[in-house]
C-alpha cells in the first residue's frame, strides 16, 4: 500500500505505525512535514520525508479572531503545494494519514479527491464541561468574545472533519470533546506505550541530576512532568503543595521535569515565565535544596527517572492526556492524579492509584505524603497501574489496531 503521512513535526503519533510498516515492508511510506526530520528516530530507511516551508506569514491587521484560521490556511497551502509536487511526480497514495492540528489537511482532497483521509483527532474546543472555563484564577471570564474564539478556533476542524473519511482518537475523553454527529466516525486507539522501555526496574542506577544532585531507588523522590510548566498541567496547584509537602516529609526530593519558559497550552504568563510567579509565592515556606528543576530530559534519563520515583504527580484540565502519565505507570510508579476526566479515564481512586481535587494544594500535598509514609501501598498502586497499561495501552496492541483500523479506511470498509 502507498500511504502519504502529514504531520507538521513528522513523525510526532506515527512514530510506532512508521516503525511497523517498515519492519512489515512492502508498502511505499512518504511523509511531508514543515519541520526537518529528527535523525535520532529509529524511521529505517524505507520512509521517504520530504519538508516543505511556508510561502507567507500573516497579514498585517487582520482580525484577531481570523488570526488562527489564517495561520492554518498558509499551512494548507504549503502542504499542498507540496502534495502537487509528490503527485506531479507519480505519487499516487492509497492511504492518506493526517494530523489536522496546524491546518495541513485542509486542501489534501483538492488534490487526491479520491484517496480515503483518515485523520488523527486529539480535542475539539467546548464552552462548557473542559479546559474552558475550568480555572476562574488563569481564564477569562466567559463573554461572546471567547465564545466567539471558541468558535473560530474550531472552524478548520468542521472543515477537516467534513472531508475525512474516518477519524481515529487517543482516548474516550478526547474522542467525546467532539459534535455527536461526528463522533460515529471516530475510532478510539491509543498511540500505544512501549512496556519493554517503559518498564519497573529495581536495580535502576543512581542517577544525577541536572544540579549534580544523585537520587536512587528508595528514596522519597517525588516527580512531576510538563512539557512546559504551566497552569493548564496544574503547575500551580503542584508549586502551592511543596510547602504542605515537605512539612510532611521533610526528607523527600521533589524533581520537577519540563521547560521553564513559554507555554504549550493557554495563556502566557504576565510579566515574566509562570515558575517563577508560583515560586515566590512560596518563598521562604519551603527549603529549596530539596526541589530539582531539570528543565526537558532526554529519554534515556527520563525513564530511570521513573523508576526511581517513589510517588508521580499527573495534574491537568479537562484536555488532552499526556504521555507520560502512562509511561509513568507502566514503569510501577504510584500516581496522585487530578480528579479530572482525562486522567480518571486510566486512574481509578483507591485501586491503581489516588485522585485529588485538581485546585486543592492540601489534598495533593496529604495524598503524596500517605504514599511516601505506606511504600507497600503505593507498591501495590504501581502494580496495578502498570497492568493498567498493559491491557489497554500496550504498545504492540494498539499499533496492531492502528494498522487494522488504517487498512479498513484504506478499503473504504467503514462508513
Not at 36 to 64: C, K, M, T, W
Not at 255 to 263: A, D, F, L, P
Not at 317 to 343: K, R
Request: net charge negative.
Amino acid at each position: 500500500m502507498n500511504i502519504l503521512f502529514v504531520h507538521q513535526n513528522f513523525p510526532g503519533q506515527y512514530l510506532h505505525i512508521v516503525q511497523r510498516l517498515a519492519k512489515l515492508g512492502g508498502h511505499q511510506l512518504v511523509a511531508l512535514g514543515i519541520n526537518p526530520l529528527d535523525q535520532s528516530r529509529e524511521l529505517f530507511g524505507s520512509i521517504q520525508h520530504f519538508q516543505y516551508s511556508l510561502r507567507r506569514g500573516n497579514a498585517q491587521n487582520v482580525h484577531p479572531l481570523v488570526m488562527e484560521t489564517e495561520t492554518k490556511v498558509i499551512r494548507a497551502d504549503a502542504c499542498a503545494m507540496a502534495s502537487e509536487q509528490l503527485k506531479s511526480k507519480g505519487f499516487m497514495p492509497d492511504l492518506i494519514c493526517a494530523h489536522p492540528g496546524w491546518g495541513e489537511p485542509l486542501f489534501l482532497k483538492a488534490i487526491w479527491p479520491e484517496v480515503p483521509l483518515l485523520c488523527y483527532q486529539e480535542f475539539f474546543y467546548n464552552e462548557i464541561g473542559f479546559d474552558t472555563g475550568f480555572d476562574p484564577e488563569f481564564q477569562d471570564e466567559r463573554g461572546w468574545w471567547n465564545k466567539a474564539k471558541l468558535e473560530m478556533k474550531n472552524a478548520y476542524l468542521h472543515l477537516t472533519l467534513e472531508q475525512a473519511d474516518w477519524n481515529v482518537s487517543p482516548t474516550h475523553f478526547q474522542a467525546s470533546s467532539f459534535p455527536e454527529h461526528w463522533r460515529k466516525k471516530i475510532s478510539v486507539i491509543h498511540d500505544g506505550v512501549d512496556t519493554q522501555k517503559a518498564i519497573p526496574n529495581p536495580l535502576v542506577e543512581p542517577l544525577i541530576l541536572p544540579d549534580g544532585v544523585v537520587i536512587k531507588r528508595g528514596e522519597p523522590v517525588i516527580t512531576f512532568v510538563n512539557r512546559r510548566l504551566e497552569p493548564y498541567r496544574g503547575c500551580h496547584t503542584f508549586f502551592r503543595s511543596i510547602p504542605g509537602l515537605l512539612q510532611r516529609c521533610p526528607d523527600a526530593r521533589i524533581v520537577i521535569v519540563g521547560e521553564t519558559t513559554g507555554v504549550s497550552y493557554g495563556a502566557a504568563c504576565e510579566g515574566g515565565e509562570w515558575k517563577d510567579r508560583f515560586l515566590s509565592e512560596i518563598e521562604g515556606q519551603y527549603d529549596p535544596s530539596r526541589v530539582h528543576m531539570t528543565g526537558s530530559l532526554p529519554y534515556d534519563q527520563f525513564i530511570p527517572l521513573l523508576q526511581i520515583s517513589a510517588c508521580h504527580v499527573y495534574l491537568t484540565y479537562p484536555f488532552v492526556m499526556s504521555w507520560s502519565l502512562l509511561e509513568a505507570m507502566a514503569c510501577g510508579c504510584a500516581v496522585v492524579g487530578s480528579d479530572t476526566a482525562p486522567v480518571r479515564e486510566v486512574i481509578r481512586h483507591g485501586v491503581n492509584g489516588l485522585l485529588v481535587d485538581f485546585f486543592s494544594s492540601d489534598d495533593l500535598a496529604s495524598a503524596v505524603a500517605e504514599l511516601l509514609q505506606n511504600p507497600e501501598r503505593a507498591k501495590a498502586f504501581g502494580s496495578e497501574a502498570r497492568r493498567t497499561v498493559q491491557r489497554s495501552y500496550e504498545l504492540d496492541g494498539c499499533v496492531t489496531r492502528q494498522l487494522a483500523l488504517m487498512d479498513l479506511v484504506a478499503s473504504r470498509s467503514l462508513k
